[in-house]
């Protein structure tokens, strides 16, 4: 969320479907809202039709209309959809979602390559943990970032006595660039 859309797909978005159908849907509280939702949805979905729709024309062009799901799906379960896509996809979690976002993309690269590599899962900026902070292993490998590079390429065990045996995996998979790149960050801490 918010979904991106690709030239072959076939239908909408749901985020978007969950948008437009709460835009249409007119109710005296969020809660009346929400269910009379949940109902449309139930029964657009087994008995489709142009009078019910409330796609704009583009889409309608594009799309063209739902197909019946009778046979292929139980009001059980559409109302099981309905009430996700109706919890998940609102404006409180897509603003949240928007601020997340947002704060990672302001990350520099190399705290984003220590988020995706869960290198700060063990090493925190200060705190000892399972394993030595960031700011201790610069300060020990500074003059030699090749040790670093290779705790990173290929793991270690046995280097840092308060881990008490913890073992770092190895990251074959990181290519040297991106080895560099979290080297800078680890400085910076």
Known sequence: MPASSYPEEVAPPLMAVTFHVYDFIQASSKSEQKLKAIAFVQDYVMNPSLDKTFCDEASLESYGLMPSQK??????????????????????N??????????Y???SEGEKLARK??????HKQTL?????P????????????????ESITNGSQG???QSRGAMMPSF??????????????IEKQ
């Open 71 to 92: 046979g292929k799906v139980t009001k059980g379960e559409l109302e099981a959809i309905a009430k996700y896509m109706f919890s998940f996809y609102n404006q409180e």
């Open 134 to 149: 960031l700011h201790e292993m610069w300060a020990r490998y500074k003059d030699r970032p090749e040790l670093m590079r």
């Open 128 to 132: 000892y943990t399972m394993s030595p």
């Open 94 to 103: 897509l603003l949240k979602l928007i601020k997340d976002q947002q704060e």
């Open 117 to 122: 590599h869960k290198c700060v899962s063990c």
């Open 105 to 107: 993309d302001d990350l």
């Open 172 to 185: 074959k998979d990181l290519s040297a660039e991106e080895i560099d790149t979290l080297l800078v960050w």
């Open 159 to 161: 280097k840092w006595k």
